[in-house]
């Protein structure tokens, strides 16, 4: 069965320090990956995204990368800060998806000062 | 620029009855989509519109309905509400149909069956 995989458990980080969070998805061949934050009561807000094709991306402190033989993509949050604390999720777009994206459940990450 | 509106914010419904979320999308923008964020789930894809068609469909029951207006608001009918259809029901809009765009979300309808 298909199935998009994050962190269950919350990731808790001090200040300054990076973040790594793990996008792993089975029995999907996605056309494109995307990330999203969303903050406790709100919409999700789109992040970044990145092709198959694609390796890495980069915008200000935050880089993904998509490694579609391991079937995972990394998001990466550089020099941490409190403000960065929410839960973060991974959707993929398939091909002739229909523009239909499929989300993980997000990874909570708290900063602590 | 506005964002994506929403209303209402929250409803409260009983079993049976029936429900009408409703969504605005950014200005220029021509393709709505809907999910549904129930607790501890992800979200999950109900509904694709552009250009007043609907152009996808998740795996939800034929009670789960919606249309899109000739100015590209959206509607989001839910039928014989139950239980299991509280959650947080969230739109999206992108600037047309083609794909590899980021959805632009707001900030959802409460949905709560009593």
């Known amino acids: 069965s298909q199935k998009i995989e994050q962190n269950s458990e919350a990731l808790n980080i001090q200040e300054g320090k990076t973040a790594t969070l793990t996008c792993n998805y089975t029995?999907?061949?996605?056309?494109?990956l995307q990330w999203y934050r969303q903050d406790p009561g709100r919409g999700p807000v789109f992040l970044l995204l990145?092709?198959?094709?694609?390796k890495e991306k980069r915008k200000e402190r935050l880089k993904v990368t998509f490694d579609t033989t391991l079937k995972q993509s990394l998001f990466h949050i550089t020099a941490s800060q409190p403000a960065d604390s929410a839960t973060y999720l991974c959707a993929l777009e398939l091909t002739g998806g229909g523009n239909k994206l499929t989300f993980g459940t997000g990874t909570q990450l708290k900063v602590e000062l | 620029e506005a964002g994506v509106t929403q209303s209402p914010t929250h409803l409260i419904k009983t079993r049976g009855q029936q429900a009408t979320l409703r969504c605005s999308p950014i200005?220029?923008?021509?393709?709505v989509y809907w999910y549904q964020q129930a607790l501890g789930l992800g979200l999950q894809f109900l509904l694709w519109y552009d250009e007043g068609e609907e152009r996808n469909r998740g795996n939800f029951p034929p009670r789960f309905s919606g249309r899109q207006f000739p100015n590209y608001s959206s509607e989001l009918n839910v039928n014989a509400l139950e239980l299991e259809d509280s959650a947080l029901y969230l739109c999206?809009?992108?600037?047309?149909?083609?794909?590899?765009?980021?959805?632009?979300f707001g900030d959802g309808t409460r949905l709560s069956i009593l």
């Open positions: 990145i092709r198959e094709n694609e």
């Open positions: 029995n999907y061949s996605p056309a494109y």
């Open positions: 999206a809009s992108t600037l047309d149909r083609r794909d590899n765009q980021p959805q632009h």
């Open positions: 200005s220029g923008h021509t393709s």
